[in-house]
């Protein structure tokens, strides 16, 4: 997901499911793990984040609230830690990964988890995970979309459209191809999709974005890490 290296155009019939979860499950439960690395990137990515929010929050009417948020892609809870739970009062975690979801529960975000603003702990891939009709104010996936296939990507949104209480809205912030093509990390087994095909898929799922910007600061030679926000 963090490589640099660009390969062949690849259709996202070539994401294994069982094959990124045999990557993760090597990965160290920790935030360098999480970002390959880059764990550093944490509090830029994270600021820019909330600032992403609070900007849609006070220069459209949105009528956001500010109340319960999901975590798509969880990974030990990083972006709920340092993001969603500066915003939001509460979080559910949805994470394929179950060493990932102990990590967070018992020590990465025990302090949270112990002042009630951790709801549920899904151990799902979002391939599975159906949240609960009209229970989310918002829906954020971040660096986890490209595990998907179209297919199941499309499906996804769907069913978190429908999860949303009104006024909710979905976030997604992702890696995008400056090269308007698929890119196969061939060691997670994920795709990087350009931006515009990412879009497609928004658009397929009756989705219209309400906020867009690029994430700036992080260091040259990674992907272009596109946010959205729709509804
Ligand atoms: C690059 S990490 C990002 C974690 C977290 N979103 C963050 O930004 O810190 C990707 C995460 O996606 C999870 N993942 C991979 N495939 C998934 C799937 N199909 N459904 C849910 N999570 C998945 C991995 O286990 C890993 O925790």
Redesign the pocket.
Known sequence: ??SVAAAPETPNDKIS?KK??DY?DK?DPS?EG???GFGTL?EL?CATSIRFITEFCTQTNSALALEYAC?????????SKNFLLNVFKKVDL????PK?LEQAKVDYMKEEVTAGKVGDFFP??????NPEVGRYDMIW????LG??TDD?LLAFFLRCKAALKPNGVIGV?ENVCPRGVVELDEQ?S?VTRPAKALEAVFEKAGLKILKRAVQTGFPRGLYPVNMYLLQ
């Open positions: 997901m963090f499911y990124a979860a993760w990965i935030i999480m970002l390959g944490t990515d975590d798509c892609g969880a990974g030990i809870g990083r972006v949805v994470e394929q990964n990932f799902l891939g979002l391939q599975d995970f996936s971040q660096w986890v595990h998907l199941d912030k997670d994920s």
